[in-house]
């Protein structure tokens, strides 16, 4: 490669990123999210989001073919196949509120802090998610994220050595039976290992009724609370108030994250696209 070609994909790779927390979640400016990435910007803001687990974008004015667009140029698109797509963009999934109250099984078991990753029910989860404000309340709706990654490495040493090796279930069949998808519940470890950076991540989805395999309900329920207790600590935490134009990109893998319901009855709408992890795993 010449070194003009060198310094003209430089220049191209100008972002202007700011962290926002020590360890997660930085606002990227300086790129026009409707149009085509250079390899060069792509490159860079998947290095982002990997780094910082979670980036957001202002006053991205995207309709959703370009909301589409802008996440397939980082991997395959995954459909969901429980919640309402548009039918001229199939992977575009509305979020609306009342697809987003936790699934409880056992009510006297149940977690209601609904701290979670998407997808967590499939053998292999989608790798990331890009979340597009839609309709937004006069106030309220924020969504926090947490640095799993650093929500394990601060756990006790006693207690890594208690999770260590344990498996957790998520249990999501209600809303898949519903929409005629049938997949079988798979267990997850607790503590996972990044594919790609290969930092420990602490992972279980508060939303799905999680529970962890071979363990009685008393002391399951013991670690499981253990586990919430780290998500909800403000330093492993960012906070976003969202905006109209406003975009989050997120590493699934890396961070947890969880919608303030602080609105009322406002039809709060949002739209997303998963990004599903390499082919090779794609359709597991």
Known sequence: MSAAVQLQERSEASLDIRPLQPTIGAEIA???LRQPLSDAVRD????AVLKHKVVFFRDQDLIREQHEAFAKQFGP????PSTTSVAQVPAIHQIVPHEVKPVIADPKAAFRDG???DTSWRLVPAWGAVLRAVNLPPVGGDTIWVDAGLAYRELSDELKQ???GLH???DFRSSLNRAGHDYPIVAHPIVRTHRETGEKILWVNFSQSPSIVGLDRAEGHELLTRVLDQYRRPEFQVRFSWRPGSIAFWDNRAAVHYAVRNYGDF???MERVLIADERLHADL
């Open 267 to 269: 039809p709060r709408l």
């Open 168 to 170: 957790v279930t998520h």
């Open 162 to 164: 208690r999770l260590d």
């Open 30 to 32: 300086g790129v026009d």
């Open 77 to 80: 698109l995954y459909t969901h």
């Open 115 to 117: 701290y979670h990753t």
């Open 44 to 47: 860079e803001i998947r290095a």
